[in-house]
């Protein structure tokens, strides 16, 4: 009897660390490790313009106290004016991280803007997109693309920089 008490604590155990050793291999869970990340302009994106952009990433009490690296991802249509596009540093518990930068538009047309946060070297990071429409005039900000592309993020700036060039 006590053998089979055994066996099956046994059993048990496999199967417990089997099913929570799954949760980790599976395609789409990927790993958040800030409690929020988020793009924001200050100015109106017109054309030759500068604008200050952000990239805010906001840490969980969970689980913190490393290096982490923040990116701004810039399409063709914008340039760096002011500042430096990644960041580097010790972020600890319920922190919040800022890279601010300035840029301008020179073109006109549709884009996207991606910033991207985690602890440095790996692949695996929290992103924040913001679309962008540049005018002569005027421009806008949005987190929904005003004209929906689909597939990975390089296939998404190629489809907003295409729609550009069309448009």
Do not use: H
């Not at 066996?7 to 089997?18: E, F, H, R, T, W």
């Amino acid at each position: 009897m006590e053998r089979y008490v055994l066996l099956i604590l046994l059993l048990l155990v496999i199967v417990i660390s089997g099913c929570t050793g799954m949760k980790n291999i599976e395609s789409n869970n990927i790993p958040r490790y800030f409690k929020n990340i988020s793009l924001s302009i200050t100015g109106t994106p017109a054309l030759n313009q500068t604008v200050n952009l952000t990239l805010t990433a906001e840490t969980t009490s969970i689980g913190w106290g490393s290096n982490i690296s923040l990116k701004i991802l810039l399409p063709d249509g914008f340039e760096l004016n002011i500042g430096n596009l990644t960041w580097e540093g010790f972020i600890g518990q319920n922190e919040t991280a800022n890279l601010s930068v300035t840029i301008k538009a020179n073109q006109t047309g549709n884009w996207m803007i991606q910033g991207i946060g985690g602890p440095p070297p790996t692949g695996e990071q929290d992103r924040s997109v913001i679309y962008v429409s540049v005018e002569e005039n005027g421009g806008s900000v949005s987190y929904e693309p005003s004209q929906p592309c689909s597939g990975s993020m390089a296939e998404v700036t190629e489809c907003m920089k295409a729609k550009t060039v069309r448009g």
